[in-house]
């Protein structure tokens, strides 16, 4: 088993460290490992993409009905003879 110190840790965050551990019955050492496996077991979040985002973003706004214009028959392809 590996072992890590952390340093500059603030008083404050030690306190709550131990209050949780002390709440959940466990030591603080425990609970730090608890959280720590929590921490990067988890999956990251899917991101969404720009598209997405904008769509997102305006969606309140309402979105715009464009009026297409007719398709046309393709001209013949040039003939290079």
């Known amino acids: 088993m590996a072992s890590i110190t952390i340093r500059n840790l603030d008083d404050e965050v030690k306190t709550l460290l131990r209050v949780r551990a002390s709440a ?3 030591s603080m050492e425990k609970e730090v490992r608890l959280i720590l ?3 990067v077991d988890k999956e990251p979040a899917p991101v969404e993409g720009l598209g997405t985002a904008i769509h997102e973003l305006f969606k309140p706004f309402g979105g715009v009905e464009l009026e297409l214009p007719r398709r046309e028959l393709m001209r013949d392809p040039p003939c290079f003879e």
């Open 37 to 39: 496996a929590d921490a």
């Open 24 to 26: 959940n019955g466990r």
